[in-house]
């Protein structure tokens, strides 16, 4: 076991109790672990599974205002969307970038009452917006951000234009419209950064991914699903942050409370990566952001050398593990096609997919984008209070957990000693530049290649210094293969210090290999060799983790064992 985890064990056996219980690893609860310890309480987070593998490794990569949310009259949670937006583009600038995005369109007039006949029950399916209906949202965009601007305005442009920068769109298109919002490139890593800085300014608090919680009286039993250790703990409130999965945890805590309806019902959201070398030129380094024919928003744009692609937007009763179906995958590639008509990207360019549940609020809309992005904390009584996080997105995260931690604290009566609006996460802090003075100082201080100072800088931002330090001198830092930058040493130190348990931690959530398409066999042997080594496993677990891995990446993603041996097969030929 490594002794990252050993130690947060230890700490909940010395002393069990804590102020506030947090039930759920994803991006929310992260984010009230780390609102509630700046308050000088004693926190304890338990993740069943991985830290943000859930919905919150399912995201589309945007950190958005949400435009569309203004034809839904949500306009206070635009400007929470934005402002949060704004926040993350200083405050975490290493994964948070802005990101051009243009829309494209087909008329004038169309859809300037779509507000209008949603609020009267007239249609929800929106009409296609035309010239006039996005002009309107961008201005009011624009104006809700005019006093920290930080992102240019809103640009218009007529056919002509429009086809001269992107010759390959829809030759229907009369007009396009170009605004900013941002991007993300690894989420699951900024969860992990939040972690890791609330780790050193509150270290009586403990995370604890791959374990349970569950009721026995007035108490409560964390069990290690690693070694099957059980650990008695007691909290003066309990926050249920699981998401899609709240009311079953409600159910599985709360013993004394009894909720008759459910609060959580999602939608389920597929996106694709896609290696089409035309298609990423056609974009131009933009997204493009269009409606599909039947009126759901989808969104295509230049992620980490790939294309991302999405998504789709189904109702879904249960909350389980899902993945992309066919006709999800065939859905976002024809909506792909309709708007880049001279491009024939299809399914052999995909070469990762990914699905998760948004934990939107109990609605009775029939047209899933109508139903509201908001959050809002309801609380259940009990002889130990729940607090349990209803809706919410990854934009506003930050807000979400201030907003519960205000409802816990006033519970506590406690008051709220620190923000974190304006607070740096993990290698955001001090970075600048877009890291080019970093690159620089990590080439001539450590006497790596400026491709190797690159990656680690977009990995890492200012913590690159801490990796390259720890990776300078060992015989094992070479590449794991042609198509990476990670080395060998790389992936030890993420085993020591990121709480990493299995082979999918390394290989989906503390690396980009499988989302980039990156994953062969041989890499895939060669990553889970090094786990094995310092997990001290025999050759029967190794292969077993391997096993385990690799069924879950052809279920869920796509990418079956004969691919990856395609890939191995074809980086043998290329370094022959």
């Not at 926050?239 to 609060?263: F, I, P, Q």
Request: charge should be neutral.
């Amino acid at each position: 076991m490594p002794e990252q985890r050993d130690e947060n064990l230890e700490k909940i056996h010395l002393n069990g109790a804590f102020d506030v219980i947090i039930l759920g690893g994803g991006i929310n609860g992260i984010g009230v672990f780390r609102d509630l310890a700046l308050q000088g309480l004693r926190i304890l987070l338990v993740e069943r599974s991985d830290f943000c593998s859930g919905c919150s490794a399912a995201p589309s990569r945007m950190i958005h205002g949400g435009l569309r949310y203004l034809e839904n009259g949500e306009f206070e949670l635009v400007r929470e969307s934005l402002r949060e937006r704004d926040a993350l583009l200083v405050n975490a600038p290493h994964m948070v970038r802005p990101l051009p995005t243009t829309i494209p369109i087909r008329s004038v007039f169309s859809g300037l009452m779509n507000g209008a006949a949603n609020f009267l029950g007239v249609s929800e399916t929106p009409s296609s917006r035309g010239a006039l209906a996005v002009k309107a949202g961008l201005a009011l965009y624009d104006w809700t951000t005019r006093h920290r601007r930080i992102l240019p305005r809103h640009v218009f442009r007529n056919a002509q234009q429009t086809f001269a920068q992107w010759p390959g769109l829809d030759p229907k298109l009369r007009y396009s419209a170009t605004y900013y919002d941002a991007w993300i490139s690894y989420p699951e890593r900024l969860g992990v950064e939040l972690l890791l800085d609330t780790a050193r300014f509150a270290p009586e608090s403990v995370a604890l991914n791959y374990a349970e919680l569950s009721r026995e009286g007035s108490n409560f039993v964390v069990t290690d699903t690693v070694t099957e250790g059980r650990f008695t703990v007691s909290a003066k409130a309990v926050v249920n942050a699981t998401g899609a999965w709240v009311d079953e945890a409600v159910a599985k805590l709360s013993g004394d409370v009894v909720t008759d309806d459910r609060l959580v019902e999602g939608t389920k959201g597929s996106h694709l990566i896609l290696d089409c070398e035309p298609l990423y030129r056609g974009l131009g380094g933009h997204m493009i952001f269009f409606e599909n024919d039947d009126g759901r928003v989808c969104i295509v744009f230049p992620y980490l050398g790939r294309v991302l692609a999405g998504s789709t937007d189904i109702r879904v009763r249960q909350a389980e593990r899902v993945r992309c179906e066919a006709d999800e995958l065939e859905y976002i590639l024809g909506a792909v096609r309709a708007v880049f008509p001279g491009i024939d990207v299809n399914c052999s360019h995909v070469v990762y997919t990914y699905s998760g549940i948004r934990p939107l609020p109990k609605s009775d809309h029939a047209f899933t984008g109508r139903i509201s992005r908001g959050h809002f904390v309801h609380r259940l009584d009990g002889e130990v209070p729940q607090f349990c996080m209803i809706g919410g997105k990854w934009t506003t995260f930050r807000a979400f957990a201030e907003q519960t931690a205000d409802a816990v604290l006033a519970e506590l009566g406690k008051p709220r000693l620190r923000s974190t609006i304006a607070m740096p996460i993990g290698g955001g802090k001090g970075f600048s530049d877009d890291g080019e003075s970093l690159m620089d100082e990590l080439v001539r201080d450590f006497a790596i290649a400026r491709s190797r100072a690159s990656h680690l800088v977009e990995a890492y931002g200012t913590g690159a210094r801490e990796v390259a330090a720890f990776c300078r001198g060992r015989d094992d830092d070479v590449k794991l293969d042609a198509a990476t930058e990670i080395t060998q040493a790389e992936i030890v130190f993420l085993c020591r210090h990121e709480f990493v348990v299995d082979l999918a931690d390394l290989l989906q959530r503390r690396t980009g290999l499988a989302i980039r398409g990156s994953l062969s066999t041989n890499l895939v042997g060669r990553v889970a060799g090094i786990l094995a080594k310092e997990r001290r496993w025999d050759a029967r677990r190794r292969h077993s983790e391997i096993d385990g891995f690799l069924d879950a990446l052809d279920r869920y993603h796509g990418v079956s064992r004969g691919a990856l041996d395609q890939r191995t097969h074809d980086r043998s030929i290329a370094c022959a």
